[in-house]
């Protein structure tokens, strides 16, 4: 819980207690009460269409001492056992490197009150002065006047092998002998403005926005930064895409197939706008028109990146305390990350689709499966029914010869009998040799019903004769 005050909540909270009533909370102070209701120091409720409030316990000792009681009550537990903590701390230098080396390193004291804090302060630096430290070890205290006291014995060796490489830098020459084919074709079409130079809107060149005096230090970037990027095996190249209409150019560097958009710009920084003698007649002419409240003004910092407008963004510029030029390397760095990373997206994506794939081509074979199985079972019901109605005639027959000892046979019952027993004959599945039937036809629509999948979501496995056309790698390891 906050204990904690803000200025606009003292002022909120003097000026309920002061009141004699409740007071009743403006629109604007509701989230400031709400505040002061989560720490208990006022109570609200509705009356009419309004919040009011009145003071509590909480508050008016707030007022008074300075402090939430609860946080008082909680500094006074916490001072209560202090001694008994302050006992449990190393007694020396030697114990707290000892139980640093039993911890793996790292020993955490939560929020200790002033005497157990001194106890490990004068733990701490007794190992620091008397050699207790081990060679090639650092001992490292956060915490030291509020908050945790974290310890912890760092091995040098380990640290500085865990740190990254540092990252080269790319150096930028003062004069351009042989400059970058792209940076001479730039210099062909900056033409003659003497204030700014924009190349964003015209193709093979390099996107620059600059005022004319930066020109030349713009270029000699541009120049080391893609002749770096070329000698570590990218490729820059100019771009042109279509975007809302319009054709936007960029030079973009091709990291491993990965394009990454460069264009090279000063910033700007927002002035009052200064009116001229034209917007000046021109308001005077027509009152209801209004000049710019700022302009843009270059301020001498350049910055290289992606475009304005792209949701990927990737941009080094000018700072206070460096400079272009050293953030070169930090750049193409980047940019490397970012193709290493979408190369692990590519091959997450690959995996996704190949196993996508598999289970299709799975559930396809399945269905055939189930297809052919559901086929052959209906042909069997067929002859186990064709063969019992086979005997159920013959049955008939027989009974109705044996009644001939008491009745006469007719002619025409004889004949009639005959032919049902023939018909038996034909029907019977046991009088010819058995086989499997041949299997129905694979056709997209049956199977696709089986399977409950899109039946067009891959290419279709099984050929004209309805066999299975396709190579175990190409169905993802699936195959009849």
């Not at 509701?30 to 009145?54: C, D, K, M, P, S």
């Not at 316990?57 to 500094?75: I, N, S, T, W």
């Not at 001694?83 to 039993?102: H, K, N, T, V």
């Not at 992606?306 to 963004?313: I, R, T, Y």
Request: proline share 7%; glycine share 6%.
């Amino acid at each position: 819980m906050k204990y904690a005050v803000s200025a606009p909540q003292a002022t909120l909270l003097r000026e309920i207690a002061a009141a004699s009533d409740a007071v009743q909370i403006a629109p604007g102070r509701v989230h400031t009460a709400w505040a002061l209701e989560q720490r208990g120091l006022i109570q609200r409720t509705w009356r009419g269409n309004n919040h009011v409030a009145v003071v509590t316990a909480d508050g008016r000792f707030y007022l008074k001492h300075g402090k939430h009681p609860r946080q008082v009550q909680a500094e006074k537990e916490r001072l209560k056992g202090d001694a008994a903590q302050a006992a449990r701390a190393p007694a020396d230098g030697a114990e707290l490197i000892s139980r640093l080396q039993s911890t793996s390193g790292k020993i955490t004291v939560p929020d200790p009150a002033p005497q157990t804090r001194g106890r490990w302060r004068a733990a701490y630096y007794d190992a620091l002065h008397h050699g207790h430290v081990p060679e090639g070890h650092k001992l490292r205290w956060n915490g030291r006047q509020r908050g945790d006291c974290v310890f912890t014995l760092v091995d040098e060796e380990a640290e500085k092998a865990a740190q990254p490489p540092p990252v080269p830098a790319i150096d930028v020459p003062e004069v351009l002998d042989r400059p970058h084919p792209l940076v001479r074709a730039t210099r062909k079409v900056l033409g003659r403005s003497q204030g700014m130079v924009d190349t964003r809107g015209r193709a093979e060149v390099i996107p620059l926005y600059v005022s004319r005096p930066l020109v030349n230090r713009a270029l000699r970037i541009m120049h080391a930064f893609l002749t770096e990027a070329e000698s570590r095996g990218y490729t820059a190249e100019t771009q042109t895409d279509l975007e809302r209409g319009e054709a936007v150019h960029t030079v973009a560097i091709v990291i491993r197939g990965h394009a990454y958009p460069l264009a090279l710009t000063e910033r700007t920084t927002r002035v009052p706008h200064q009116p001229t003698a034209q917007e000046i007649r021109q308001q005077e002419g027509n009152p209801w028109t209004r000049p710019p409240k700022y302009d843009e003004e270059f301020n001498g910092r350049l910055a290289l990146g992606s475009l304005a407008n792209s949701w990927n963004s990737y941009s080094y510029s000018d700072g206070a305390r460096w400079t272009l030029e050293s953030r070169l390397g930090l750049l193409l760095q980047d940019l490397e990350h970012r193709a290493a990373e979408g190369e692990r997206r590519e091959r997450e994506q690959e995996l996704l689709e190949a196993e996508r794939r598999r289970r299709w081509y799975a559930a396809i074979a399945q269905a055939r499966e189930q297809q052919v199985e559901q086929h052959r079972a209906e042909f069997l019901t067929a002859q186990v029914g064709a063969w019992q109605w086979a005997a159920e005639i013959h049955a008939f027959c027989q009974t109705a010869r044996a009644r001939t000892d008491s009745t006469p046979v007719l002619g025409g019952e004889a004949q009639w009998l005959e032919w049902a027993e023939a018909y038996a004959a034909r029907l019977d599945p046991l009088q010819h040799p058995l086989s499997a039937p041949p299997d129905p036809p694979a056709t997209r629509e049956v199977l696709r019903e089986i399977a409950r999948v899109d039946g067009y979501a891959y290419p279709w496995p099984f050929d004209s004769d309805d066999r299975w056309a396709l190579s175990q790698a190409q169905s993802g390891g699936t195959g009849l």
